[in-house]
């Protein structure tokens, strides 16, 4: 097992090419220690007004040049309900994986359709509002341990899902979901979406106070982990850290769904999911704003425009990856080098397979390649690096903070849940 498990971790550039920042880290709880769920507080009437992050993105002034459009978005979830006045028209078909009753449509859980309108929301009748509104949805349904444990289900969901996902129109794959179990099948159905060109984010796990233990897909070499973290720019006291993560987005306080009745939102501490959402949104923006793009080069400016505070470029931090995303600094001041477009960002190899968009060449599959830390001591350095204006900073400041959100009790082989 060890063995098998050493070929699935992420694989990245030598030591001698990039350093990672790792050591003991001083703690800050930012947030208290508990569940980091939900409680049905916030109404749709002032839910936008939780969405702090947006204008701390410069949210307004990037929906000026792009919202998203044209770009489209799988998201690997819990279904995706078209019919909530914020995703109206925003819903594609998909495919519902499950072996269950229902289809892509019916959100059993109320987290998929969250996810979607963080990315595509328009924010109509109040609803959540997306950071790339202009972007448009597809649904792939899978499913999550409650309903495993309820229903005889499709034990390949996810590696269908994916699959499905990289033979759609989509340009990105958002997943939202974290297992602690690698799988043949979903692995190969990962290389197979990259080989089409797919820019691949997933949550790394909300578990950091409970083993920790690498999350899957994020951990896979070809799927860039998502962390999160909260207004001040430190890491989110949930959020797991480690070698799986590759960059870090906004993920606390953000609202969700209270449940699968869609009914209201309710306020929440976080999670590695908002995060993940917020990121695949952040690059339908970069990518709408530059079509002729591959997945490599949209992935090499998300990781060069992220604020990283003082750290060196081309270091990483075990929890914030290459630092927080700040699609405005390339909205906005057009800075960020894309690079070659086919050389991956994860691997520094050359990739080949089909493209994503009409315009673009895209990745295909590389063989894992361990990511490498050094030694060090600090997540987060001063604020200097603030070139798109961001007020908060959405830039590293001050200790992460690193605690837990509880996960359950399984009794399937597979844990699956939401990231």
């Known amino acids: 097992m060890a063995a098998g498990m050493s070929q699935t971790r992420k ?40 969405q702090w992050y947006l204008s701390a993105m410069r949210a307004e002034e990037m929906w000026k040049v792009t919202t998203g459009e ?10 995706v309900n078209p019919s909530t006045p914020s995703l109206k028209g925003q819903v594609l078909k998909g495919l519902d994986a499950t072996g269950t009753d229902g289809d892509e449509y019916d959100d059993y859980n109320g987290h998929g359709t969250t996810m979607a309108e963080l990315i595509a929301g328009t924010g109509k009748g109040g609803g959540l509002k997306g950071l790339a509104p202009g972007a448009k949805i597809i649904p792939m349904r899978i499913t999550n341990t409650d309903l495993q444990n309820k229903k005889s289900v499709n034990a390949h969901d996810t590696a269908d ?35 089409k060109g797919k820019l691949f984010f997933a949550g790394v796990g909300n578990n950091a106070k409970k083993g920790n233990k690498e999350q899957f897909p994020a951990s896979y070499p070809q799927v860039v982990g998502v962390a999160a973290t909260d207004s001040a720019g430190k890491a989110s006291t949930y959020s797991q850290h480690g070698g799986s993560v590759d960059i870090a987005a906004p993920g606390d306080g953000i609202p969700t769904w209270c449940d699968a009745k869609l ?5 929440s501490e976080g999670g590695t999911s908002q995060a993940t959402a917020i990121t695949s949104a952040s690059a339908a923006l970069i990518w709408s704003a530059h079509p002729d793009w591959t997945a490599n080069q949209v992935l090499n400016v998300l990781f060069d425009t992220a604020g990283r505070g003082d750290w060196e470029k081309g270091t990483l931090s075990n929890y914030l990856g290459h630092g927080i995303i700040r699609p405005a600094v390339n909205i906005l001041k057009g800075k960020g080098n ?44 001063s604020s200097k690096e603030k070139d798109d204006g961001t007020p908060l900073g959405l830039i590293i400041g001050g200790a992460a903070a690193v605690i837990v959100l509880g996960g359950g009790a399984f009794v399937l082989v597979r844990k699956r849940r939401t990231a």
């Open 11 to 50: 694989r990245r550039m030598s030591v001698g090419l990039r350093g990672r920042l790792f050591g003991t880290m001083a703690v800050v709880a930012a947030w208290s220690a508990g569940f980091a769920g939900g409680s049905p507080s916030a109404a749709a009437a002032d839910v936008q007004s939780k």
């Open 70 to 79: 044209g770009i489209k978005v799988a998201v690997i979830d819990t279904g």
């Open 161 to 195: 899902a994916i699959r499905a996902a990289a033979d759609s129109d989509a340009q990105i794959i958002s997943m939202s979901f974290a297992s602690d179990f690698p799988g043949r099948e979903e692995r190969e159905a990962v290389k197979y979406a990259e080989s």
């Open 263 to 267: 009914q209201r939102y309710c306020d």
């Open 338 to 381: 894309p690079g070659a477009p086919d050389i991956s960002p994860l691997t520094k190899e050359k990739t080949s397979g089909s493209s994503a968009s009409p315009a673009a060449s895209a990745p295909g599959s590389s063989q894992p390649q361990k990511k490498q830390t050094a030694d060090d001591a600090v997540v987060a350095g």
